[in-house]
């Protein structure tokens, strides 16, 4: 073979290799970290009424104003950033001649270019709602069936940066393969769009090691409610699959386990407290659902905690788990930077009061534990902190150290351990 054969041969090759990139996998280069923003279902759901329910309905007006107020509230310098339109957004039907999907007319009058410019120009991105189905999960719009291509079109002209990708009516439809076709279209269109699939939860054996593949986060569990026992269900039933949900999770890739229900009617401040502090532990999306003018200042200032946030966001990726349940006690544990100068990772860990204790369930309860049961075991030991209270340093621990808290009922205590470091 010619030098120049060869040349040729590897050009065609490296030419490949990225044509397989963008057409095969996911790899976006998006969601580095777990996605933060906002959306509107748990707490405004498909109310579609603008003349009974001015503030309430699924509109432009919402969400213009939720703009606003991510950036003049300071939500998004904390980095909530995408602003995300949920299902009930549609006109019912497609476009006669064209069957393109249209925004609803009356909801919608300046139309979703208009819409993602705003939210563009305030330096939030704009994310999207779809369905892989026949029609939508609320049996609104049309679903994506038969229209991949031209819908994924019509998203990137809209600049849409996020689609979240429903999976309800879906009758012979094998998820398998429909997913990736879909985010095939996406990667077709050049336009770089975080892609968040529903498809683990429409499936009884979801094949996470496809589904991480192919999307950049996945629905695991049952819609979140604004009620404690619905945090503890989905709590639950992450621990009950933690072994698979943790191995697939990391940069690019989350677990979903619903929306912040932070800031609305059901949650005690120790409840919201401890959502907070678990989604921070699972690297989940931060994905706020309330109505940002009316939420209660100590709320506000849980979700705009820095230190929780940074555990969430942490570079390394790695999702926590519960590794300690008894009763109604829990700890869970996630690895995050920093690691010390010998290799040894610092630690976030949660201890978890579900409340009802006897002999009696609504007080306080304490708990200690020798660290090293929880795999802390740098011989150095580890500075800790309260992360809801971060001023405060709360000295040194070593694993043979016990470690004493007292939680209260439905609520949490959040810690960060910092592996010290060999001078
Ligand atoms: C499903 C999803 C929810 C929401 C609704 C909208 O139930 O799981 O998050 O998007 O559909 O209809």
Not at 243 to 257: Q, V
Not at 321 to 329: H, Q, T
Request: proline residues 6%; neutral net charge; glycine residues 6%.
């Amino acid at each position: 073979m010619s030098r120049e054969d060869c040349y040729s041969m590897r050009l065609a090759l490296v030419a490949r290799f990225l044509w397989l990139c963008s057409v095969v996998g996911l790899e976006n280069g998006l969601a580095r970290t777990p996605p933060m923003g906002w959306m509107p279902f748990e707490r405004f759901r498909c109310v579609t009424d603008c003349v009974k329910f001015p503030r309430d309905c699924i509109s432009e007006s919402l969400f213009m104003r939720t703009a606003d107020l991510l950036v003049s509230e300071g939500y998004s310098a904390v980095g909530y950033e995408y602003l995300i339109i949920d299902d009930c957004w549609m006109e019912r039907q497609r476009h006669e001649i064209t069957k393109e999907l249209m925004p609803d007319r009356e909801r919608f009058p300046r139309g979703l270019y208009f819409l993602s410019d705003y939210i563009h120009n305030k330096g939030l991105k704009f994310g999207l709602y779809h369905d892989i189905g026949e029609r939508t999960c609320m049996h609104f719009g049309p679903g994506a069936k038969g229209y991949y291509a031209l819908d994924a079109k019509t998203f990137a002209i809209w600049n849409v940066d996020y689609v979240k990708l429903d999976g309800c009516f879906i009758k012979n439809i094998n998820l398998d393969i429909a997913y990736p076709a879909f985010g095939r279209e996406l990667n077709k269109t050049g336009r770089p769009m975080v892609y968040s699939c529903s498809w683990p939860y429409y499936q009884k054996h979801p094949n996470y090691e496809l589904i991480k593949k192919h999307c950049n986060l996945w629905r695991f569990a049952d819609d979140i409610r604004d009620s404690f026992d619905s945090v503890g269900k989905t709590m639950y039933n992450y621990y009950k699959q933690q072994n698979n949900l943790t191995k697939h999770a990391g940069p690019g890739h989350w677990n979903d386990p619903d929306m912040l229900v932070l800031g609305n009617y059901r949650l005690s401040y120790d409840a919201s407290r401890l959502q907070l502090a678990i989604w921070a532990i699972l690297a989940a999306p931060l994905i706020m659902t309330n109505d940002l003018q009316t939420v209660r200042p100590e709320i506000k200032t849980l979700l705009q905690n820095r230190a929780i946030i940074e555990v969430d966001q942490d570079p390394l990726g790695i999702p926590g788990r519960c590794v300690y349940i008894a009763g109604s006690f829990q700890i869970w544990v996630r690895p995050v930077m920093p690691f010390n100068n010998m290799g040894a990772h610092s630690y976030a860990v949660a201890f978890v009061n579900i409340g009802n204790y006897e002999p009696c369930p609504l007080c306080p309860q304490t708990h200690e534990v020798v660290l090293e049961r929880l795999g802390l075991k740098n011989d150095l030991g580890y500075k800790v902190i309260d992360l809801f209270d971060s001023i405060e340093d709360l000295g040194l621990f070593k694993p043979k150290d016990t470690f004493i808290t007292r939680i209260n009922p439905s609520g949490v205590t959040f810690f960060k351990f910092t592996a010290v470091d060999m001078y």
